[in-house]
Each structure stands twice: as structure tokens, then as C-alpha cells.
């Protein structure tokens, strides 16, 4: 998780902080193309939470089905999926007419709802139609991120510059989610699309302000050296992901990545069904309040988890998703849908705590050169089970209901316990404060890697 990143980043720049912090702050916000990026990512993110909130919710309120909703909500979750294709593509493109472009895409795209409303054509083929592309727009975000702030903001505040854009993309998971559902309820989704069309015209305004220097490492290559300038990047694309994989290899990694794939099926499952089951408790608000309970539980475990660098990974590990998984089972059987709502968004904080404490421990066993592509790797197969748990959880759904499906994802959270009740080894992991890498079988030699 990106916010996991972030407040691992925050933790060590303060453990490392001097009387000169402040300043240094302030340095930051004083850098404004630094200021015009983090308002235009502010705002864009908000557009992304609602615009994903309103296209579920409107998928079940015309079809009624689960099944659609899950094949919607896996079509929203595509990025996950592919992000370890999106990097090397967002090398070579210009970089601020791209990301101004993906704002405007977005924008131009989503007014193609309430148009269709308006026009008595709104149905779920539009949905489907459009979804896809504002899929492709968000693919490039991330990677954008991480190629921008380095040209914008000078290399002693980048942990800074990180931290700040991650922590307020969790920030507006939650806020936008929760008050997604408000508006819907209020309003309607068509009105939404609306409101939402209004906030990538903003962002792109914002990062059209924003001066991207040009990477002296790029060079355009032309004639008959293009293709085996095209040839060379593919190669060497192939052999960094060759080197992440070698050094993940035989590693309790493996494993553990096993049961955060397993976790985030269920979580693909759950946000499939969540539009039926948030209607069933008391329609779009409700439906909204658990997807705001949801961040809400991730942020207090972030801001928990520098608390419990001292404590053993692997029973950290056991205990917090073993509790997890009892908050969710007891939010489907609670008796109102204000507890169900508390009890959903305790299960999430230990996840939230897992996600810091995963990404401090990755910096920590890996070697610099080599990280990027480890937690590429890393993220892509934990993930791409999300869209998956988002098809599986729409069909389980129509046969079995949305309580007992959202019930049996509990056991995503269970399965990780579980496995660690089985493998004593994980269960004695180290605190991640004494954290070294032969404790979790990594065994890299000094020259390996590329910078």
C-alpha cells in the first residue's frame, strides 16, 4: 500500500530528524511545483473515490445483480493487475502533457453518464463502456507519482514530498468514500458524475502549472537506432523483474505474500458485494459509511504501526489478523448497522498496521538497488487477486446472499492466521526493529542488482 509507504517514510525521517526539521518543512511547501502537484493529486484522488463509489453503486441500482457489480468493481481494480507493465510505458512519455491529458480523458469520460441520463440511454453497456477507460487513465498515476517527484523536489525532501502525497491519498479514501455515499443518497449518482467532472478539470488545470524537468538520463533515439533502443528497454525490463524474483525466491516473502494474495481475494469478494449489502442495511449512506470505515481503520493502524516495531513480526502477524477476522464476522451478525459499520472498520486496522510495518521491513532486508522491483513484484502478485475476489464474490453472492458472502471473506483475514498457527518458523519472525535480512532468507551478494 502506497500510505503504508508513506508513513514508514514519515517514521524514519523523524527517528532521524534534527533541530533543522522545520525548516526543512517549510522548504517543502515553499516548492511550488511541489504545492501545484500535491493539491492537483488532492484533487484527482477525490475524483477517483467518487467516480468508484458512484459506478458500483449505479451498476446495482440498475441491474440489481451482484454479478455485475463484482465484473464493475474487478474492471476498477485492473490496475492492481497491471501496474507492473505501467512503469517502463511511463518512461517514455512526455510527462506533464500526459498527465494533464489522463485528467482531461477523465473528465470528458465521465460526463458520458449524466449525458446518457439526460438522453434516457444511462444503462449498464454505458457503464461498462466507459469504465475501462478511466481504468487506463488511473494506471498511470502511480507510476507518474514516482517519476515526477524526483524532477520537482530536490532529493533530501523526496521521503517528505512521498509521505505528504501518500498519507493524503488515505486521507481521501476515507472522506470521499463516506461522503460518496452522502452525496448519492442526497442526490443521486447522476449528479455526481457531474461534480466529479468538475475535479479532473481542476486537476488538470493544477498540473498544467506544474514545470517537469526533462531527465538527463532520457534519450530519444531516432532512425534505425529506435527499434533497438526498444529492444534494449524490453530486455532490460525483463532482467530487472529476473533479478526482484531471484531474490524473493526461497524467502519467507514467498509465503507471506501467499497469504496477503489470499486476504486481498477476500477484500475483492467484499468490495463486490458491499453496494447490496450497504442497500440491504439502509441504501447508498450506509454503503458508504462502511467504505469510509474501511479507510478509517487502515489510517489508525498506519499511525499505530511505528508503536509496533518492537514486537514480533510473525505473532503481529497472527494475533492482528486473527482479531481482524473475529471484527469482521461479528459486523455481519451485529444487530444494528452503526455497529456494523464500528466492528467492519476495526477489522481493517490491523491491516493497516501490517501494510507500514511490510513496507519499513522491505527497506530495511532489500538492498536499495533492487527494491523497486522486489515491491513491484511483491505488489503485483498480492493484488492481482482483487479483481478476481471481485468476479468470484459476485457470483457467490447471487447464490448464497451478500451477508453470508461478506461473511465467509472474513476468511481472508482467518487464512493468515491460520497458516501462521501452522508454520511456527513465521509466527518467530523478528520485530521488524531487528529486522535483518538472514532472519528472512534473503541472501544477496554485494554485486547484485543494477542501479
Known sequence: MTAAEAVAETDETTASGD???????????????????FAGQFVTNAGDSLYTVAVLWLVFELSGSTVLTGIANAVLLLPWLLQILAGPVVDRLPLRPVLVGSQLLQGVVVLALPLAAVTGTLSVGVIFAVVPLL????????PMQATIVPRIVPDERLSQANSALATVTLGLDMIFDALGGAFIAVFGATALFL????????????????AVARSADVEEPDGEDAG?????ILGSYVADLRDGIDVLRGTVFVELVLTTAVANLATGVTLAVLPAYGDA????????????????GRLVGSVVAPYLEGVS?????????????????GAVVAPSPALTVVLF???WVPAGASGVLSSTLNQTVFPTDLLGRVSTIKGTASGATLPLGSLVGGVVAELLGTATTVGLAAFGFGFTALYLLARPPLRRLPPVADADPAAFGVTVAPESGRE
Do not use: H, I, K
Open 345 to 347: 472498520g476495526l477489522a
Open 19 to 37: 533541530a533543522a526539521e522545520p525548516a526543512t518543512d517549510r522548504s517543502l511547501w515553499r516548492n511550488r511545483d511541489f504545492r501545484r502537484f
Open 135 to 142: 481504468t487506463l487513465a488511473t494506471l498511470l498515476m502511480a
Open 281 to 296: 442495511l439502509g441504501g447508498p449512506a450506509v454503503y458508504g459509511a462502511l467504505l469510509g470505515a474501511l479507510g478509517v
Open 313 to 329: 513480526y510473525g505473532r503481529l502477524l497472527f494475533v492482528g489478523n486473527a482479531a481482524g477476522a473475529a471484527c469482521w464476522l
Open 195 to 210: 461534480f466529479d467532472a468538475g475535479t479532473f478539470a481542476l486537476a488538470a488545470l493544477l498540473f498544467a502549472g506544474v
Open 228 to 232: 533497438s533502443a526498444e529492444e534494449s
